[in-house]
């Protein structure tokens, strides 16, 4: 469960900026898959494994592969006893997909073959937020049956929740027949997808000012911290600048963004994440039990500090830098963190 702000042309100059609040404890690891590393045990059904697969890295239900595609669960509830949990779905299309548009194909195949569709009552219900370097994706799923809107420019921000009303832009095969046929729609008016299912819509508001220009990563950094002042707990928090050149991608990888730094993750031929990161046998990680014991207002403002001065390295550098000194970008940046809470 997360809040999603994206942000396209023309408030940057290219790409796109994406970033996320979760509110949701559950897998509290970041992981990381090499290319061809395939699947993983679902969490409830074994689906056949692929080859070619590609590598991505991932924090709860959120994640992004090294086809630069980002992709988050805004909501998920009745988590199905068979069928593909908002993590499985989450993975499989991450591995399986170099492009927005493919992951919503890749999820539609998934849900359509695993998921059972017996009552819309007692059908799981996932909302994802999907998008690549042009275009984003909010796709709406009940049971088999869903619909997506795409997202090309300006700025949204979405709550948990629905949100694919009248905009439909890709659906399921037929969906309107097959709703008529459980009485959950009648044709007299067009099709709003979230009202049919009676969920409110979660579009939310952006919390300061929207942005017009000159967008950025540390902005991102801002507005999430921003959202975080009138949010629930949040869990950890995700920002991707995705552009033709370069793809980054920001974890806090602890709770609560106003007492966080975000650290750069780039793929790399041969990337690694430190194990400060991975979960212990106590079920936590070693970054998130030593940021517990942070002094915020002794150590806040020079991380802070430090954080800035990343961004600024990472945008002069990247696009000509070795890749072999990327290859270790995020388990430098943890374990120099982690010193400041000791
Ligand atoms: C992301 O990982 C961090 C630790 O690496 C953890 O504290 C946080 O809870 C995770 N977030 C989710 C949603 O799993
Ligand atoms: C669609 O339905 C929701 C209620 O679920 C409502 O808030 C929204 O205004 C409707 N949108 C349109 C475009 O009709």
Same mark, same amino acid.
Request: aromatic share 10%; with cysteine; hydrophobic share 35%.
């Given at each position: 469960?997360?809040?999603?702000?994206?942000?396209?042309?023309?408030?940057?100059?290219?790409? %796109? &900026?994406?970033?996320?609040?979760?509110?949701?404890?559950?897998?509290?690891?970041?992981?990381?898959?090499?290319?061809?590393?395939?699947?993983?045990?679902?969490?409830?059904?074994?689906?056949?494994?692929?080859?070619?697969?590609?590598?991505?890295?991932?924090? #709860?239900?959120?994640?992004?592969?090294?086809?630069?595609?980002?992709?988050?669960?805004?909501?998920?509830?009745?988590?199905?006893?068979?069928?593909?949990?908002?993590?499985?779905?989450?993975?499989?299309?991450?591995?399986?997909?170099?492009?927005?548009? @493919?992951?919503?194909?890749?999820?539609?195949?998934?849900?359509?073959?695993?998921? @059972?569709?017996?009552?819309?009552?007692? *059908?799981?219900?996932?909302?994802?937020?999907?998008?690549?370097?042009?275009?984003?994706?909010?796709?709406?799923?009940? #049971?088999?049956?869903?619909?997506?809107?795409?997202?090309?420019?300006?700025?949204?921000?979405?709550? @948990?929740?629905?949100?694919?009303?009248?905009?439909?832009?890709?659906?399921?095969?037929?969906?309107?027949?097959?709703?008529?046929?459980?009485?959950?729609?009648?044709?007299?008016?067009?099709?709003?997808?979230?009202?049919?299912?009676?969920?409110?819509?979660?579009?939310?508001?952006?919390?300061?000012?929207?942005?017009?220009?000159?967008?950025?990563?540390?902005?991102?950094?801002?507005?999430?911290?921003?959202?975080?002042?009138?949010?629930?707990? &949040?869990?950890?928090?995700? %920002?991707?600048?995705?552009?033709?050149?370069?793809?980054?991608?920001?974890?806090?990888?602890?709770?609560?963004?106003?007492?966080?730094?975000?650290?750069?993750?780039?793929?790399?031929?041969?990337?690694?994440?430190?194990?400060?990161?991975?979960?212990?046998?106590?079920?936590?990680?070693?970054?998130?039990?030593?940021?517990?014991?942070?002094?915020?207002?002794?150590?806040?403002?020079?991380?802070?500090?430090?954080?800035? *001065?990343?961004?600024?390295? &990472?945008?002069?550098?990247?696009?000509?830098?070795?890749?072999?000194?990327?290859?270790?970008?995020?388990?430098?940046?943890?374990?120099?963190?982690?010193?400041?809470?000791?």
């Amino acid at each position: 469960m997360s809040e999603v702000f994206v942000v396209f042309p023309p408030a940057i100059n290219n790409g %796109v &900026i994406y970033g996320r609040n979760s509110f949701s404890f559950c897998c509290k690891e970041i992981l990381f898959f090499s290319p061809n590393d395939g699947t993983v045990k679902c969490q409830s059904t074994d689906i056949p494994k692929e080859s070619n697969t590609f590598g991505y890295i991932l924090n #709860g239900t959120c994640g992004a592969n090294d086809q630069k595609i980002s992709i988050s669960t805004l909501f998920a509830d009745n988590k199905p006893a068979e069928g593909l949990s908002a993590l499985d779905l989450t993975k499989l299309a991450l591995e399986r997909s170099d492009s927005a548009e @493919k992951a919503v194909e890749v999820i539609s195949t998934l849900i359509d073959k695993y998921n @059972k569709d017996e009552s819309v009552d007692i *059908s799981p219900k996932y909302a994802f937020f999907i998008c690549d370097i042009k275009e984003a994706y909010v796709m709406n799923i009940v #049971g088999k049956l869903w619909a997506a809107e795409r997202i090309t420019e300006g700025c949204r921000a979405f709550g @948990k929740g629905f949100a694919v009303t009248t905009k439909i832009d890709k659906k399921s095969q037929e969906l309107e027949d097959k709703l008529k046929e459980i009485a959950l729609f009648d044709g007299s008016s067009e099709l709003n997808f979230s009202q049919t299912f009676s969920m409110e819509v979660a579009e939310i508001k952006w919390p300061n000012d929207e942005p017009v220009s000159g967008f950025s990563a540390q902005k991102m950094f801002e507005v999430l911290r921003s959202s975080a002042e009138c949010s629930e707990t &949040i869990a950890s928090s995700f %920002v991707s600048v995705l552009k033709e050149s370069v793809a980054v991608h920001w974890f806090t990888g602890t709770p609560d963004p106003r007492e966080s730094v975000f650290k750069p993750f780039i793929f790399t031929n041969d990337a690694r994440i430190s194990t400060l990161t991975a979960l212990k046998e106590d079920d936590e990680t070693p970054l998130r039990k030593l940021h517990e014991n942070r002094k915020w207002d002794q150590v806040g403002e020079l991380l802070k500090s430090l954080e800035k *001065s990343c961004v600024d390295e &990472i945008d002069g550098y990247v696009e000509n830098a070795p890749t072999d000194e990327l290859n270790e970008l995020l388990k430098d940046c943890v374990e120099a963190e982690v010193k400041f809470y000791r």
